[in-house]
């Protein structure tokens, strides 16, 4: 993909979620279930790594589920979703950031457990979405875990039902869509569906063990494709 077409995408995204932070905020509030699998494979202490965090809700989910031995780093774009996150951690030992993690380095640094949730889908071209996934996995401690999701949304007809035309002249891969958000202020989200093949490619390029891929999440309880590698020691 060329650099205009993902400036663009980029910037259609973080309009996106300019536009629908409070909407975004007031409708994901409850954990997401796939979140529980991964309870037995972790342990306390525990320093982790959210990118993409948003408005902080797998760090209370974390926090509330395993006690305060755990150390929240979150990192986002968005200050209006962090500003959300700041409040639901307060009283935790929480730290947020805000960071552009698709123009910006991931932060310095090794975590026991670094998650992406939520996020894959807006990352435009193919080799970035590796390149990124080779930047996550550097930042996980030795026998730590790499956590993320891919939305499956291409899969059901209630999302297809909400994809739009792009622009004629924006040169998109395939796999690519514009999706409208119905919530509240319509506004338009580009997304990426990653299809089984290239979940396993992105697996195999971060150079870790896989431990369990796994279906979870939304009505379906389907939606999101999870898996959880880790770096041996």
Known sequence: MDKETIARLNALNRAFYQITAPDFDQTRTAPWPGWETLLPLLSTPLSVLDVACGNGRFGVFLFERLG???TYHGVDSNPQLLSFAQTALSGYAARLEQRDILSEPLPAGSYDLVVLFGMLHHIPGRDNRQEFMRAL??????G???VF??????EYERFRQRIVPFPPDLRVEPGDYLLDWRRGTRALRYCHYVDDQEHAALIQV???REVLTYRADGHSGDVNRYSILKRET
């Open 206 to 208: 971060t150079g870790l």
């Open 68 to 70: 305060t031995n755990v």
């Open 144 to 146: 730590g875990l790499l």
């Open 137 to 142: 996995a550097v930042r996980v401690s030795p």
């Open 149 to 154: 999701t891919a939305w499956c949304f291409y």
